[in-house]
């Protein structure tokens, strides 16, 4: 019986070069784990593709890895890394920073501080939330981790686009550094509804229970991407009182606040959730509302099992721990963050 071949590799330089038609979709597979010799085919082509493709290539390969977790594009990754494009450096980076390639942490903190485009060194910085999460569960040496923190606090508080500075706090959100609570409570309290916004995004990433009161409230909030950001950090922290106003919001108007309710109620299961989100299965005509649903009912399984694995452990006599109040976390929150759009 005939094995599978690998499609020849100067296939898919042929067809990359070949712009008069569409470059075939069975091809983007083959693109993953490269050896050696095709990356280094690449490397000597790559200048000759049109900025067009090379960004439509990292494109369909970021989608393609967000689609199947064990395709790894890291060497067409790190090739596009230096391309003179802007965008195309920017999803080299969102490709690259899902794989947790430690050598190329510095390369990450420089472009958040040097590169000269803007959208870049967000996404940069954004990559950045890798390495502090690394740091925190002690898999990098305190010395990188430490690297890491004091560019992010650079670029929070310094003077590039607010864009820069809100993806550096929310890689911030990960850390156990001292000054990081308070740099996101001052966000929460700017009139920018976008640092609100990276503030709840920060609290979502920090597995800190002084924040619930305040996820809790904006889950009421006028705008849309606020309620949306409120729903996804009360399921990252675990917030079991949001549940009621979480299964209210599966009925909210924006789909963005409806998808991040019910990944949310994925995370924190409780009584009635699977029943209400199998009805929202059966009703929606949303395909990637459906798509979401199913997605979350296989999330809910994984949850409900460690629940009960947890109640094993737990003393019957162990009592809830006590929430922080609002008041515990005012801070003066004058001349921060000037919003300096650019």
Sequence with gaps: MPTNQPIPFNLLIEALLDESKPFPPRYLNRFSDLDPAD?????????????????????????????????????????????????????????????????????FIHMSEHDQDAEVRAASAAAL?????????????????????????????GSDTTLVRRRALE??????????????????????????????????????????????????????????????AAGEL????????????????DIDVRMASIWALSQLGGEGVRRRLEEMLESTDDDEE????????????????????????IPEDAEEPELASEDDLDVDTDDFLSEEED
């Design 39 to 107: 990356a280094s085919t690449l490397v000597a082509t790559w200048s000759k593709i049109s900025p067009r493709r090379r960004f439509a290539l990292l494109e369909d390969l970021e989608e393609l890895h967000l689609a199947d977790d064990l395709l790894c594009f890291e060497e067409v990754g790190r090739i596009a890394l230096k391309d003179s494009e802007p965008d195309v450096r920017r999803r080299a980076v969102q490709i690259l920073r899902e794989y947790e390639l430690v050598d190329l942490m510095p390369t």
């Design 129 to 157: 939330a890798t390495y502090i999460y690394l740091g925190e569960v002690e898999d990098i040496s305190p010395k990188k981790l430490l690297q890491v923190e004091e560019c992010l606090l650079k670029l929070t508080s």
């Design 171 to 232: 890689a911030l959100g990960f850390s156990s550094r001292k000054e990081v609570p308070e740099l996101i409570n001052k966000a929460y309290a700017s009139p920018d509804l976008d640092w609100l916004v990276t503030a709840l995004f920060a609290m979502g990433r920090s597995a800190n229970s002084r924040w619930n009161q305040k996820v809790l409230k904006m889950l009421d909030h006028q705008h849309p991407p606020v309620r949306a950001e409120a729903a996804s």
């Design 238 to 253: 675990e917030i079991n009182a949001a549940i009621p106003r979480l299964l209210e919001l599966l009925e909210d108007s």
């Design 290 to 313: 459906a798509n979401q649903i199913d997605n979350a009912l296989e999330n809910l399984e994984f949850t409900e099992e460690m629940k009960d694995l947890a109640l094993l452990e």
